[in-house]
């Protein structure tokens, strides 16, 4: 069969804080693999059909870090669709499909919408279970994923499937209480929804129209108005914006009478908490799992997570650690559900706590910093700017700064001045100079910024040329 298929990348990241930020959600880090979930995700979809396109849906802030991440595999396999707004699933599912539509001719073509944060280490049995999948879509069926529960949860939607009719779905059910999920699981004819969906488009588009005519309106006006920026095709917001924010669940699964369900024939988590990743990953001994810089005494069945520095437990038990380079998270391990961690960021974004959308180390698409002293009147920053690649030239009201090339080699435009730099040379930018680096060889150009002045805000940046697009 031929694929097209979708991948939803505009997770905003809360549950998973502090490792997991808004700038930098968890389909973009390696929790349980040495590759992103992200990564993984497209490394499954490829074993379907390596000649296939795909489209990825995302947001402004993750769109240098979708391309980052999917380069590897050549971005002409890509198209990089990119949100205005956030609108949930439903629109994001018609743009893509209808975009994809420009250049699939072949009316056989299955889609497969799939998000691009969850965990799935059994490609055969995702791969056996699309295969089957695709065969009830292929005879006009919309069919939806469900996994079959193994507990109790209260975290997940549920699609109870026919008793009599092996694949026909009788309900929808929204997130049940303890006592409802239990009965749900001695039913055995109750799955939770994957949120992963596979159908032909031209049985999609019909009943959408059916049941949701404006999410069609609206994001048809927003394709048509879109502007390719790059390797982005950018939506127009103020249609964008106009279109119900609602889910495909409630736009047409529920509605529509071409609904189908297929058991997920492998292991999958929506890694929806740090209880349910602590799940899936390995333990030592004493049912811990430990990771960086740990010595753990008389600690049991803890995840101790610590990227920077020294952690060390003595007598505790069913604690979730994290540690990161600007803030560290202590809980109970029952306790860091999603509701729970949701009144912390609360809390953090009524004080406009900047750990709420950033980590210490912020990546750009030329590369990254890390801020690593931040203090009235002056910060010091690490950079590093990728091969073959540039900052903006830009200029900076309020601040002045010194760099230190301290790796490779950097070409320095100050004013109307261009200077080589090598590792151990300085050189000085005066506040209100046009300046920029750029780095052209094989290897990454690696500084030291002193920044000086009376504001050093990011916002500071007037830019007159960027390799990136950016305003």
């Not at 992963?196 to 031209?202: D, E, Q, R, T």
């Not at 049985?203 to 502007?227: R, W």
């Not at 390797?231 to 127009?236: A, N, S, T, V």
């Not at 990743?277 to 960086?292: A, Q, R, S, T």
């Amino acid at each position: 069969m031929k694929y097209h298929s979708i991948i939803l990348a505009g997770g905003s990241g809360t549950r998973l804080w502090p490792l997991s930020r808004k700038k930098m959600p968890k389909q973009f880090l390696n929790l349980a693999e040495e590759r992103s979930l992200l990564k993984s995700t497209i490394d499954r979809i490829f074993q379907l059909s390596e000649t296939q396109k795909i489209s990825i849906i995302c947001n402004q802030e993750h769109k240098f870090l979708v391309a980052d991440q999917a380069k590897e595999y050549g971005l002409e396999n890509f198209r990089i669709i990119v949100e205005p707004a956030s609108r949930n699933t439903a629109i994001a599912m018609y743009i893509a499909t209808v975009q994809a539509l420009e250049s699939v001719d072949d009316q056989s073509t299955i889609f497969l919408t799939v998000p691009s944060d969850h965990l799935i280490k059994d490609d055969e049995g995702f791969k056996q279970t699309i295969l089957k999948a695709s065969k009830i879509a292929d005879e006009g069926r919309l069919v939806a994923l469900g996994i079959k529960p193994t507990k109790p949860s209260t975290a997940f939607g549920y699609i109870k499937r026919a008793e009599k009719e092996n694949f026909k779905i009788k309900e929808f059910v929204e997130k049940p209480d303890i006592k409802t999920a239990q009965e749900f699981l001695d039913d055995g004819n109750y799955f939770w929804n994957s949120g992963m969906f596979i159908y032909k488009a031209n049985i999609f588009l019909e009943e959408l129209e059916k049941y949701e005519n404006k999410v069609i309106k609206f994001g048809k006006q927003s394709l048509n108005l879109s502007k390719i920026n790059g390797d982005f095709i950018e939506l127009d917001e103020e249609s964008f914006i106009k279109s119900p924010d609602i889910s495909i669940d409630y736009a047409l699964m529920e509605k529509t009478q071409k609904a189908s369900v297929v058991e997920m024939q492998s292991d999958w988590s929506d890694l929806g908490s740090f209880d349910q990743l602590f799940e899936i990953l390995p333990k030592d001994d004493h049912g811990n799992y430990v990771k960086g810089d740990v010595l753990s005494v008389n600690t049991k069945n803890s995840y101790i997570n610590s990227k920077s520095k020294l952690i060390t437990t003595l007598g505790v038990k069913d604690l979730t650690i994290v540690d990161t380079d600007d803030a560290l998270l202590i809980s109970d391990r029952k306790n860091a559900t999603n509701e729970d961690l949701k009144s912390v960021l609360s809390k953090l974004n009524i004080k406009n706590r900047s750990e709420v959308d950033d980590n210490r180390k912020v990546i750009r698409p030329w590369g990254w910093y890390d801020s690593l002293l931040n203090k009235s009147g002056f910060q010091v920053k690490h950079i590093c700017v990728n091969s073959h690649s540039s900052i903006s030239l830009q200029r900076h009201k309020y601040r002045a700064e010194h760099w230190i090339v301290v790796k490779g080699t950097g070409l320095i435009t100050v004013g109307k001045e261009k200077i080589v730099l090598n590792e151990n040379e300085s050189i000085f930018i005066p506040q209100g100079a046009i300046h920029r680096l750029e780095n052209n060889s094989e290897d990454p150009v690696e500084i030291v910024e002193v920044q000086y002045g009376s504001y050093l805000g990011e916002d500071d940046i007037e830019r007159f040329e960027d390799i990136f697009g950016r305003e």
